[in-house]
């Protein structure tokens, strides 16, 4: 298969497989079901850092455009636009479009979706972009965080969230969530692709953004839910950037 801009068509094609399946919490997306409650405090925190928001508001998005690149069947897009946002989220993957659109319309949600890739947005930037576990399935990491720059207003956030390069995210992201626990599809990854974390720094400042904060995600087996960490970075991980021009 051949990759499209940044995008590698054989991942596409992997995820593609299971996309009616986004909503099914016990499904192979049952992962980031799990994930989603540390996911959406840690972009409400940051947000709340950077543009000085009520973080006792119901919305404190309300007025924000955030596009939510790779999103899948909305798992993220649809809390941003209860939280008030304005929030367009596309895809390389039809399927997954349909799937987020229609369960967006069930819910009685107005999301702004489309079947496109990073590269097609020409004329627009959004106060916040978020490239949540997408970056180690692209075909070209400095091509799209330089995208993920190009489509943010100058004050605004990209927020990345991706897997370490390390020996212990190859033993839990690979060995146990593919094969021992069957979290994911086997084939879901590829330990080569995972990002350090100066590796994703040096390219966000190469595309013009500066790293505001890193912050690791950590899976607490009892409790059966992922958490912050400011220590452990070895797995799972968040890099926020500001696009300061």
């Not at 298969?1 to 909503?23: K, L, Y």
């Not at 209860?82 to 229609?102: P, S």
Request: glycine content about 10%; aromatic content about 8%.
């Amino acid at each position: 298969m051949t990759a499209r801009g940044s995008v590698d068509e054989a991942e596409i094609s992997r995820f593609a497989r299971d996309s009616g399946r986004w909503w099914d919490e016990n499904g192979p997306f049952r992962p980031l079901h799990r994930l989603n409650p540390a996911r959406i405090g840690y972009i409400r925190r940051q947000a709340e850092q950077r543009f000085g928001l009520d973080g006792k508001s119901l919305k404190p998005f309300q007025g924000m455009t955030m596009l939510d690149i790779g999103c899948g069947g909305g798992l993220v897009s649809e809390p941003l636009t209860r939280l008030g946002a304005r929030v367009t989220g596309i895809d390389a993957d039809a399927q997954a479009i349909r799937v987020a659109a229609d369960h967006a319309e069930q819910s009685g949600l107005s999301i702004d979706y489309r079947n496109i890739i990073s590269e097609d947005i020409r004329k627009e930037v959004f106060d916040i972009v978020l490239a949540l576990e997408i970056i180690e399935h692209v075909s070209s990491r400095e091509q799209f965080v330089a995208d993920c720059a190009r489509l943010c207003k100058s004050g605004g956030l990209v927020i990345f969230s991706t897997l370490n390069r390390t020996g212990r995210s190859f033993a839990l992201g690979i060995v146990a969530a593919e094969y021992v626990l069957g979290w994911v599809p086997r084939g879901t990854h590829d330990w080569r692709k995972f990002v350090r974390p100066s590796e994703l720094s040096r390219m966000a400042l190469g595309a013009g953004l500066v790293p505001a904060d890193v912050t690791g995600l950590m899976f607490h087996p009892l409790k059966n839910e992922f958490a912050l960490s400011k220590t452990d970075l070895a797995v799972n991980y968040f890099l926020t950037t500001e696009k300061n021009s």
